[in-house]
């Protein structure tokens, strides 16, 4: 077993030991296959007709205000009330270097890249922080296997940044090494709180490590990143959206539809077999489950250190907070959980909403792994835990499930009559269905872009 390099100064992780050459490369060439692996993993949960269709604001907002105008005026443009910046990028990337029947696929493709780099940085990171060497390992498998991922998450612009809050609570609770890893921690810090304002409700994991000066930038680049969401936030407030509730959602909906969405599909994608499981036993079994979840969740913090009690909390405080924000800033009926428990979770719609909060569901449970791991006693129960999630994330591999862009339209079957109507007719621009195949979701391209062979 690694020794624990945990800092005895604090709660971050830091280590004193020379890092030789040798021992970098593997640990880079380490990174690199995960990120390969992880975005095949990806990419192979989504079938051809998602990966060929554009999705939502992917299209209609991200691509089409590129090719309209242009990567300088749109990539700190406002979009629902904050700043996008990765999706801003990858739509960029996407136009520049994909002609138009492979744009989707390239859109998906980079996407999916997205998740294998947050997976690869999950493994960097939390190697100062965990101290099994397997755990590592475990927590980069999570974003590409969340079991309700490829529900309109995985290969999506817009959902992106679920997976990139996976990142903040470890990368915020390790303290850099050196100076150039601070300054590369820094650059990306920036990129993740300018892509997501919720980043920011992991802000008190900034005191962690605070003493070492090599933190500092990193403190700096994230106050810094925060104070211009916060700005773009008050300037460009976010419009109301509600999905037609009949009342509020209160947080006795919250807390029931977290234990019965989030908190299950951490275990399978099924919510008909839950619902049903409701209707017939009642809510026994979903107490049973929170039951056994909060004496895990105790067991890491009692048991680990220092940096295990800092992320085993921000982990379970964050999926219950990022649930909440998405239940009670977007009100539907279908989130009025008190009301019709059984019916509300069969059909839940928004899965995705649900996917974060699994994700960081499945992260505490390989951090308590990590944790109870020291006590010759608790190892077994530390094995048949990590099995246990490994095995979950395994299963849940090719369970896709039916999404929104698996009816299509592709965006690679409609170049043909786009090309024709450019030519056809004195036109600058021209429309193309995406998923949701309704008004207002349209992705616009420039005709010298559609003509381009």
Partial sequence: MRRSTLSTSGPAATSGAPVTSAGRLRTALLAALVLVLATAVAWSRLDPEQRATLWAEDGRDFVSAYFVDGLGATLFRPFGGYLQLVPRLIAAVSGTIAGPEHLAQTVTLLAC????????????????????????????????????????????????????????PVVLLAVPRSWWTSAGTAVLVVAVVLSDTQALLFAPLLLAGIRDRRKWPVVAAFLAAGAAQVATVVAFPRPAISYGASGPVTIADVVVGFVSVPLTTVWTTRLDAVSTMIADA??????????????????????????????????????????????????????????????????????????????????????????IWGHRLRRAVAIALAVAVALTLVVHHHDTGHAGRSDGPTITSQVPAAREACASGNRRTVGLRQAPDRSPWVVTLPCAYVERR
């Fill in 113 to 168: 890249a997205g998740v294998g780099a947050v997976s690869a940085l999950l493994y960097l990171y939390s190697r100062t922080v965990l101290r099994t060497p397997v755990a590592p390992f475990l927590l980069a498998a999570v974003p590409p296997l969340i079991p309700t991922a490829p529900r309109e998450a995985l290969g999506t612009m817009n959902n992106l940044h679920s997976f990139l809050l996976l990142l903040v």
């Fill in 282 to 371: 009642g809510t026994a079994p979903i107490v049973a489950l929170t039951v056994v979840s909060v004496a895990v969740a105790v067991a890491a913090i009692v048991s680990g250190q220092a940096a295990h009690r800092w992320l085993v909390s921000a982990t379970v405080l964050g999926a219950a907070a990022l649930w909440a924000a998405a239940l009670l800033v977007t009100p539907a009926d279908g989130f009025l959980f008190t009301q019709g428990l059984a019916d509300h979770v069969a059909h839940f719609g928004p899965i995705r909403y649900a996917t974060v909060s699994s994700g960081f569901l499945l992260l505490a449970l390989v951090v308590t792994a990590d944790a």
